[in-house]
Antibody, heavy 120, light 107 residues
């Protein structure tokens, strides 16, 4: 059974960098698939942030691309998100998920999500 | 970006009712349309992918249809566990985008 679990600080100060990690169990991230991050501001809809393949190929949402980096740690079977220069608008529940990019594209497995609040 | 518009934004229904939620894309997306169910405090759960394919383990009372720009999620005989928020998602092109959600509430 594929399982994903997000971890990281729940509170980040404005202008600082948000850093989250997603640990994957039950599946090797080097086997296949992209691995992605999404977020959901409180009471609002979902936003795709970006996805990365273990080889390093990545796709980012253009609205966030200048501030986002997704990286993969194959030795630990996990992947990470860094979002720089955060503001209150970045307050959201952040989810990691497996991105089946082809045949057909879908997000089948998700982490439980972690709330990140941007506040001083 | 492709804009996804769901309607209605919320609805009230009773157990046993048939419920229909629609999703419209701002441009054609073929059948690259997924539906998710989300309950409070939980991650979204994939119900339907490729517009009409039922995800493994999802009850058959859920069904999806449509292609191009107009799509429908139908729940026949609404069950207590179906009261939740439903989102559509297009995967035709990045950035992937979602509808704003439809909250299904108990009448």
């Amino acid at each position: 059974q594929v399982q994903l679990q997000e971890s990281g600080p729940g509170l980040v100060k404005p202008s600082e960098t948000l850093s989250l990690t997603c640990a994957v169990s039950g599946y090797s991230i080097t086997s296949d698939y992209f691995w992605g991050w999404l977020r959901q501001p409180p009471g609002k809809g979902l936003e795709w942030i970006g996805s990365m393949y273990h080889s390093g190929s990545a796709y980012y949402n253009p609205s966030l691309k200048s501030r986002v980096t997704i990286s993969v740690d194959t030795s630990r079977n996990q992947f990470s998100l860094k979002l720089t220069s955060v503001t209150a608008a970045d307050t959201a529940v952040y989810f990691c998920a497996r991105d089946q990019r082809t045949s057909p594209p879908k997000f089948e497995y998700w982490g439980r999500g972690t709330l990140v609040t941007v506040s001083s | 970006d492709i804009q996804m518009t769901q309607s209605p934004s919320s609805l009230s229904a009773s157990e046993g009712d048939r419920v229909t939620i629609t999703c419209r894309a701002s441009q054609t997306i073929s059948q690259y349309l997924n539906w998710y169910q989300q309950k409070p405090g939980k991650a979204p759960n994939l119900l339907i992918y490729a517009a009409s394919t039922l995800q493994s383990g999802v009850p058959s009372r859920f069904s999806g249809s449509g292609s191009g720009t107009d799509f429908t999620l139908t729940i026949t005989s609404l069950q207590p566990e179906d009261f939740a928020t439903y989102f559509c998602q297009q995967t035709s092109s990045t950035p992937y985008t979602f509808g704003q959600g439809t909250k299904v509430e108990i009448k």
